[in-house]
């Protein structure tokens, strides 16, 4: 079971950054593969990013084109957390932000049905 908690959400001005962080719980956090996806009101939850250790020193990273060259994701394993800076913020990067766990084997994960475990949720407003 993992248990994951965001934070660093809030009202933003177009052009500024944000950076959200996401705790997770679990000594095996290093071997999860990890995501944030964003819901706007009304629309469905969509791929933001996701990273992946290898278990060397080789990140693998994905990103949706929308946020491409504004957005970076990160993980720091020693503190079990996983971030996204987030910059050149735009007013259709307002949504609610998730973080998502999967241990699936290989591969970056785009698709919400392939992530087990679930923030909560962080506030992103961006005011144009």
């Known amino acids: 079971q993992v248990q994951l908690v965001e934070s660093g959400g809030g009202l933003v001005q177009a052009g500024g950054s944000l950076k959200l962080s996401c705790a997770a719980s679990g000594r095996t956090f290093s071997t999860y593969v990890m995501g944030w996806f964003r819901q706007a009101p009304g629309k469905e939850r969509d791929f933001v990013a996701t990273?992946?250790?290898?278990?060397?020193?080789?990140?693998?990273?994905d990103y949706a084109d929308s946020v491409k060259g504004r957005f970076t994701i990160s993980r720091d394993n020693a503190k079990n957390t996983v971030y996204l800076q987030m910059n050149s913020l735009k007013p259709e990067d307002t949504a609610v932000y998730y973080c998502?766990?999967?241990?699936?084997?290989?591969?970056?994960?785009?698709?919400?049905?392939?992530?087990?475990?679930w923030g909560q949720g962080t506030q992103v407003t961006v005011s144009s």
């Open positions: 998502a766990a999967t241990s699936v084997v290989g591969g970056l994960p785009t698709q919400p049905y392939e992530y087990s475990y």
């Open positions: 990273i992946r250790w290898n278990g060397k020193s080789t990140y693998y990273l």
